[in-house]
Structures are given as C-alpha cells and as structure tokens.
C-alpha cells in the first residue's frame, strides 16, 4: 500500500514535500559525502522550489537534475530548468546542475543526457509529478519507452518534444517523492494507487507504490484526507 500524505492545500503539500526531501539529501550528504536529487517541472513544485530558496540548507554537496526536459531555450517559459532556476536556484549555490543540453536538439540531447545518467548510478532522491492523464516524466499512457529497462534517458513525444529519464533510473532510486495536487488529479490519483500494477495504462505507478521507497505528498483536493 502506497504511503499518502495529505496535506490542505498546494502550499503545505509542497513545503512538507521539500522538507522531506531534505532530510533524505542531508542523510545522504552524511552518509555518503555527496546527494543526486533529480526534480521534475510543473506548478505545483515552483511553491517547493520557493520553499527551498529559503530554507537554511547547505546545497554544496547536492548535484541536481532533471526528470524531464522540453527541448525548448533556457529562456522559454515552458523550460524546466527556467523555473526551478528562477525560483530557486539562482538563490543557492549547489554542488553541480546538470541541465538537459536542449540546445543540442533530441537526438544528442537525449544521448548526452543517458551518459551522465548512467554515471551517476543509483539517485538518493527522484521529484516527480503526475498528470490528470497518469503521465510521469514524459512518459505518458501506452509510451513503448515504459517497457525500455536498458537505457537511462531518451527522446521522447510531446509538443514541444522532450527529453526523459527512463524507468530504469526512476526505479532504482533510493527515495522518490510524488507531489500530486489539484482536483483535476484526483479520480487519476485513486487510479493509480488502488488499481492492479500496470505501468503502461499508469505511468505513475512507476516506483512510487511502496511505501519503503516512495512517498505520495497531495493535498486534500486530489486525495481526502
């Protein structure tokens, strides 16, 4: 059964999810020297990025990435790496970023990005989201990526296209924590977390469902509380 936190509104949701997360980047950093944190994009995480511009955390140590990117400029609106930057990385200084070299096109982007990932190994925390559809990272309902268990990163459909972390990185993950807001996601949400394990109709499901592993941060519009 999948842990469920509820929270009362998007704000408290995001600030407990980003709270948590420091904890497991802290006990990694004391564990291990270093933290791989990989965040993904959306209106609900800019209040946890906010949340984490502010908070007294030493980010040194921390090496952060992205789930998913859009092949867009850095300076698009609709670029990931522009709203977590805006929001909360200009203000900190962390042990490395390492963006999705979208400007490189899908191909290369996509080749270049599976590498470093695959020299990272095992990310101590994954951020992700889920939408109305079920879709997490870029891997939307019936994807043939969500079968692929050999590759780390990948192009993948959109408009515009994206760049994708793979199941094989989100499903070794020492933690991942899913904040799910909005009643837009709620009848999806009840979906995911009561029906029978099926990656391919739910993308979400993908390492979110044990409760050792995985933590759902949602507010009561999406989930009663």
């Known amino acids: 059964m999948s842990l469920v936190e509820c929270y009362a509104d998007p704000s408290a949701?995001?600030?407990?999810?980003?709270?948590?997360?420091l904890r497991h980047l802290n006990a990694a950093v004391a564990e291990?020297?270093?933290?791989?944190?990989a965040i993904s994009?959306?209106?609900?995480?800019?209040?946890?990025?906010q949340f984490f511009a502010q908070a007294r955390q030493n980010w040194s140590r921390v090496h952060v990435y992205w789930v998913d990117e859009r092949?867009?400029?850095?300076?698009?609106?609709?670029?990931?790496?522009?709203?977590?930057?805006?929001?909360w990385l200009a203000h900190v200084s962390p042990g490395s970023v390492h963006r999705v070299?979208?400007?490189?096109g899908g191909p290369d982007a996509a080749w270049r990005y599976n590498e470093e990932l695959r020299?990272?190994?095992?990310?101590?925390?994954?951020?992700?989201?889920?939408?109305?559809?079920?879709?997490?990272?870029?891997?939307?309902?019936?994807?043939?990526?969500?079968?692929?268990?050999?590759h780390f990163a990948a192009a993948a459909a959109g408009t515009p296209p994206r760049i994708t972390m793979?199941?094989?990185?989100?499903?070794?993950?020492?933690?991942?924590?899913?904040?799910?807001?909005?009643?837009?996601?709620a009848a999806m949400l009840e979906q995911v977390l009561h029906s029978p394990y099926d990656p391919a109709k739910y993308p979400a499901q993908i390492a979110t469902l044990d409760p050792a592993?995985?933590?759902?941060f949602v507010d009561k519009a999406a989930h009663p509380c």
Not at 13 to 21: K, L, M, N, S, V
Not at 75 to 86: C, E, T, V
């Open 213 to 216: 592993t995985a933590t759902w």
């Open 32 to 37: 291990r020297g270093r933290a791989t944190l």
């Open 71 to 87: 092949l867009v400029p850095l300076d698009d609106p609709r670029s990931n790496y522009k709203l977590a930057f805006d929001a």
């Open 166 to 185: 793979l199941p094989a990185v989100l499903e070794a993950a020492r933690w991942t924590a899913v904040l799910t807001t909005g009643a837009d996601k």
């Open 101 to 104: 070299l979208t400007e490189l």
């Open 13 to 21: 949701g995001a600030i407990a999810c980003g709270d948590a997360i």
């Open 119 to 150: 020299s990272v190994g095992r990310f101590d925390v994954i951020h992700r989201g889920m939408g109305a559809d079920g879709h997490t990272a870029s891997l939307f309902p019936g994807d043939p990526l969500i079968a692929d268990r050999v």
């Open 41 to 49: 994009g959306g209106s609900s995480p800019k209040l946890m990025f």
